[in-house]
């Protein structure tokens, strides 16, 4: 089993919309979560980080965990073309290891 | 410097043809991480140094794939003999060495093996 799981995409809405991307981890000590995103041709860049459960805000764009059930989302309001990226989840080091681990990314494109 | 830097942005090899892949930290940063992405893969682990210690080698797909870092600074990723399958863009990532610290990413090295 893969230590984060996310949603393949691509996904595609037009402007204004809202926009939730979703992952899912499997080892439960697990307690900071990070969002990275990533344009076409260039490196991924940290967007969010959320410690713990609960809800983490900046402008348009909302990190949520939920523990229960090893979930965690991102949420972009007023979602605009400037968003259209890939956006990957990130978890921890686990073990002996020092490096995050990524998800598969979702390919997000925001219709003008 | 700015950022990450790495280079050649875009290498086009032959198969069996070695390549070898650059990358300059953000000064002063000493972790240092090599990950692999694949078209419509996540980031996959291969090499982590960290200022003077012995790397984490335990990403590395085969022997073929070698990696170093001279001065704490400058990396090199080495690949021998490639391999179609070796195509993918090699990101570089750079940090201060603190647990779940944030990453600097480079804009990778797009690799064509033909």
């Known amino acids: 089993q893969k230590e984060v799981e996310q949603d393949p995409g691509p996904l595609s809405v037009p402007e204004g919309a809202i926009v939730s991307l979703n992952c899912t981890y499997s080892?439960?000590?697990?307690?900071?979560f990070m969002w990275y995103r990533q344009y076409s041709r260039k490196g991924p860049e940290l967007l969010m980080y959320t410690y713990s459960s609960g809800n983490k805000e900046d402008g348009r764009f909302t990190a949520q965990v939920d523990k229960s059930s090893k979930y965690i989302s991102l949420f972009i309001r007023d979602s605009q073309p400037s968003d259209s990226a890939t956006y990957l989840c990130a978890t921890p080091p686990s073990g002996s290891a020092r490096q995050l681990t990524f998800g598969s990314g979702t390919q997000l494109t925001v219709l003008p | 410097g700015a950022g990450v830097s790495q280079s050649p942005s875009n290498k086009v090899t032959e198969k069996g043809k070695d390549v070898e892949l650059r990358c300059d930290p953000i000064?002063?940063?000493?972790?240092l991480y090599w990950y692999r992405q694949s078209l419509g893969q996540g980031l996959e682990f291969l090499i982590y140094f960290q200022g003077n210690s012995a790397p984490d080698k335990s990403g590395l797909p085969s022997d073929r794939f070698s990696a170093e870092r001279t001065g704490g600074s400058v990396s090199t990723l080495t690949i021998q003999r490639t391999q179609q399958e070796d195509s993918a863009v090699y990101l570089c990532?750079?940090?201060?060495?603190?647990?779940?610290?944030?990453?600097?990413f480079g804009s990778g090295t797009q690799l064509s093996v033909l």
């Open positions: 000064s002063g940063h000493t972790a």
């Open positions: 080892n439960s000590a697990f307690q900071y």
């Open positions: 990532a750079s940090g201060r060495g603190s647990p779940n610290e944030k990453l600097f």
